[in-house]
């Protein structure tokens, strides 16, 4: 409250000493030379793509199996996402299938560290070397993830983050951020992010308020130093459930997910997976537990998208996962009791 108290009586509601200080502040935490605060994860993705010049005729490369803006961004911009499956041990872009997926107007990569577990990035920023295209990072549900000590939005070009009130990180409304460590694209979004304003009412590209609040910014700043903490409540969580499905013989019938070697997962989301994930799901919600399916659709199947022709079939891994994945509450302040109480209306269905 002290914090957005001093933003109203400052008087500077947009741009300021509260986002220059975020942006610096976040910088040091993400391990980047340059972040560039943004109105949401959407704008920070769609600037980020705008940075790099895509437009009609182009082609990015991204995963079918993610929140709408991943693939949405690609579209507004009238160039082409081109769908690729996912490895369904991690719920992340098959690395595998990735070269594969490119062309001659593939402008970009866009992989996504989903539910907050780094992706596999050697062989994605290998490709992406060989054909001398960028890598963006759609790290929106992974602030603070590592994968072999290195930092989610830290390995490509760019990396695009959400503030969402649901991530790790969460706003009190809206908020993204951009990060680089190339100083060029970091003075681009930033024009981008303000309509290509320079000086003042002299355009010098076409952008959009993309602005990050200042109100936002107050907020992120006194809740950015708790994260670590936040997150280690929701690793702890994570490593509960595993026990005590365990323990109550659950094992064969849902299937946990994974932090593979050399990971930190942040646990966005602590996703199981289990065939008969709709009836499941209500005898949850009829036992007091909220449980969310992230997705129910991959992009490729969904109806915007009609027209790139994607068809049942094509992502069979993404496919199968909409179908039988259900997020369940992992948010650090779950008690143990809690935590029991969700394990226990599991075993009940499954007697
Ligand atoms: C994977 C992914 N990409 C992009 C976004 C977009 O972020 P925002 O909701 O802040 O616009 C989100 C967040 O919802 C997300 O989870």
């Not at 872009?93 to 539910?115: E, M, R, Y």
């Not at 650090?332 to 935590?339: H, N, P, R, S, V």
Request: glycine share 10%; hydrophobic share 45%.
């Amino acid at each position: 409250m002290a914090a957005i108290a001093r933003v109203c009586d400052s008087q500077r509601f947009i741009g300021g000493p509260e986002v220059d200080a975020l942006e610096r502040e976040l910088a040091g935490m993400l391990q980047v030379s340059h972040a560039v605060g943004m109105s949401s994860g959407t704008d920070a993705l769609l600037a980020a793509l705008m940075a790099i010049g895509v437009g009609p005729g182009d082609e990015v490369v991204t995963s079918t199996y993610s929140f709408f803006a991943t693939g949405g961004c690609i579209a507004r911009l009238g160039a082409r996402p081109v769908f690729v499956d996912i490895d369904p041990s991690t719920f992340n872009l098959d690395c595998q299938l990735v070269d594969a997926a490119c062309s001659a107007a593939t402008k970009a990569i866009l992989p996504v560290h989903l539910f907050g577990l780094a992706a596999d990035m050697d062989e994605i920023l290998e490709v992406a070397r060989r054909r001398g295209i960028p890598v963006i990072e759609d790290a929106a549900q992974a602030i603070g993830a590592r994968r072999n000590g290195r930092t989610a939005g830290a390995f490509g070009t760019m990396g695009c983050f959400s503030f969402f009130p649901s991530k790790n990180l969460g706003a009190f409304g809206d908020a993204g951020l951009v990060t680089t460590n190339d100083a060029t694209l970091a003075a681009r979004l930033r024009l981008l992010r303000n309509h290509g304003d320079e000086p003042k009412y002299f355009h010098k590209m076409v952008g959009g308020n993309f602005r990050l609040d200042a109100l936002q910014a107050a907020v992120l700043r006194v809740k950015a130093p708790h994260l670590a903490g936040w997150t280690e409540g929701r690793r702890r969580n994570a490593d509960t459930y595993r026990q005590l499905i365990n323990a109550a013989g659950l094992g064969g019938k849902v299937t946990l997910p994974i932090e593979p070697p050399g990971c930190f997962h942040i646990y966005n989301q602590f996703v199981i997976r289990v065939p008969s994930r709709d009836a499941l799901r209500a005898h949850l919600s009829s036992r007091g537990v909220e449980t969310e399916i992230y997705y129910p659709i991959p992009l490729h199947l969904q109806e915007c998208f009609a027209s790139l022709g994607g068809r049942r079939g094509q992502c069979p891994h993404a496919e199968a996962a909409a179908q039988e994945s259900l997020a369940l509450p992992i948010y650090g302040e779950l008690t143990d009791a809690q935590l029991c109480h969700v394990v226990d209306a599991i075993a009940e269905f499954f007697r």
